[in-house]
């Protein structure tokens, strides 16, 4: 898809689906523990395909690209006694970790088996009662395996405790976890490298749940605003949030002076440039904590031609795609030469953007909608732009709605 050189309408206001992350909590806790009546849930499709394998009887279940749902299934599936499951995915589902995931859950009692290459999905699960409540797991390949394993937890007959190996990425998604279990009424501890899941034989306390709209999806809207100095409005948030990624709004008032301004009787937040903002020399930033939004601000700095250096990024190579090999292609597109190693993309230099520039997606959404601000710029073509849908469906839409193609 073609998009027109364009420029950022003042005062635009957007309704963003709500988080990916906190809906596919609430459904696995809510399929667990008793009905959860949720406002807000994201329409991403993500999300839709999680609910709708909550939903089915069938055998075989394949959530295509959705990470979470793969994980959070593995360990759902594993205590769902009597029921054989086939969890089956993309073709880069089948290329995605899952085996510190099923040597924890093996290790606690669980039949799982391999049905295509050892460590990767499809799984076959045999679901029945774990006895075991200890349970040792790698945390530096994926939070998704820690959280998996919490949203069990309560549902063991003497609870569950972790402990965590290596040091803990994307930390702030494991906290998001515990925090929703705490809302919800379940009894959690943790401290150092341990977790503990107290056991929980009630039904949950909590009957609505409103989610708060999707940090990582704003981030578009923050680059839109950092390159086109116009204002925009985001709803539903608040400041306080459980999503990591709500860490945009420090990053983006540090580096590229957006400041964020709730307005709490409308639950939305404004976005404001600050007029003549002295952009810094070099962006130096360790996102191990927030990795989502690691391809927006590459594509924020380039546009607005500030040096970076990004670290922390090891996991971007097991994502949908190796986000750190594609960006590295795609951003020499738009005007940067980059150099990255396992962890790591800084940019070595600016040269001047391609004649027509098409930004590949590799079938992940976060290429598609981290690139397409750079419209502000110059004209480029987004290829395979449906693939937005995985997190954000209307994404073109609101685009269209925030500037003047
Ligand atoms: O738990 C979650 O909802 C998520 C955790 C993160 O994954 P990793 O822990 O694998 O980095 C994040 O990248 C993903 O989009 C969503
Ligand atoms: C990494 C992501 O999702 P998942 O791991 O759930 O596929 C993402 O949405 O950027």
Same mark, same amino acid.
């Given at each position: ?39 807000? @849930? ?39 006694? #009597? ?5 089956? #995915? ?9 085996? $510190? ?6 290790? @606690? ?9 050892? &460590? %990767? $999905? ?62 919800? #009424? ?11 899941? +107290? ?28 390159? &086109? ?27 590229? #002076? =957006? ?20 952009? $810094? ?27 970076? +250096?990004?670290? &922390? ?21 738009? &005007? ?5 190693? +396992? ?6 230099? %600016? ?5 027509? =520039? ?14 397409? $601000? ?20 209307? %994404? ?5 709605? +925030?500037?003047?193609?």
């Amino acid at each position: 898809m073609i998009i027109k050189k364009s420029e950022l309408i003042d005062g635009k206001n957007i309704k963003i689906t709500g988080s990916k992350s906190i809906s596919n909590r609430l459904l696995i806790l809510g399929k667990l523990f008793g009905n959860i009546d949720m406002l807000n @849930l994201s329409n991403s499709q993500d999300t839709t395909l999680l609910k709708k394998a909550l939903e089915s009887d069938s055998e075989s279940i394949d959530i295509h690209h959705a990470g979470t749902a793969m994980r959070f299934l593995a360990s759902y599936y594993s205590i769902f006694e #009597g029921r054989k499951t086939i969890l089956t #995915g993309s073709d880069r589902m089948k290329n995605r970790p899952i085996k $510190p995931l099923v040597d924890a859950l093996q290790s @606690l009692g669980a039949d799982i088996t391999y049905l295509e290459k050892e &460590g %990767f $999905p499809p799984l076959q699960i045999i679901g029945k009662k774990l006895e075991k409540n200890l349970v040792k797991i790698s945390a530096n390949v994926s939070s998704q395996f820690l959280t998996s394993l919490i949203l069990i937890g309560g549902k063991l007959e003497n609870g569950l405790t972790l402990e965590l190996e290596g040091e803990i990425t994307s930390r702030p998604y494991l906290e998001m976890t515990l925090k929703i279990l705490n809302e919800i #009424g379940i009894r959690s501890h943790f401290a150092e490298n341990r977790i503990e899941i +107290v056991s929980h034989k009630n039904h949950i306390r909590t009957e609505h749940y409103e989610v708060e709209s999707d940090w990582s999806s704003a981030s578009y809207f923050y680059s839109l605003c950092a390159i &086109g100095r116009k204002s925009i409005t985001l709803k539903s948030y608040h400041t306080l949030s459980l999503q990591g990624d709500s860490v945009i709004k420090e990053i983006y008032l540090k580096y590229f #002076g =957006i400041n964020t301004v709730s307005d709490y009787a409308e639950n939305s937040i404004s976005l404001l440039p600050e007029p003549a903002f002295e952009y $810094p020399e070099l962006i130096t930033l360790d996102m191990n904590d927030c990795p989502d939004i690691a391809q927006t601000l590459c594509v924020t700095a380039t546009a607005l031609k500030i040096p970076f +250096v990004i670290t &922390g990024l090891h996991t971007l190579k097991v994502k949908e795609t190796d986000r750190l090999v594609a960006l590295q292609n795609e951003l020499l597109k738009i &005007g940067a030469k980059t150099h990255i190693t +396992v962890d790591k993309i800084e940019s070595c230099e %600016f040269i001047e953007p391609e004649e027509n =520039i098409s930004i590949a997606t590799y079938n992940d959404h976060r290429m598609a909608m981290a690139f397409a $601000p750079f419209a502000l710029v110059k004209e480029l073509n987004i290829e395979k732009e449906d693939v937005v849908e995985k997190s954000y469906p209307e %994404f073109w839409e609101d685009f269209a709605e +925030v500037t003047n193609q």
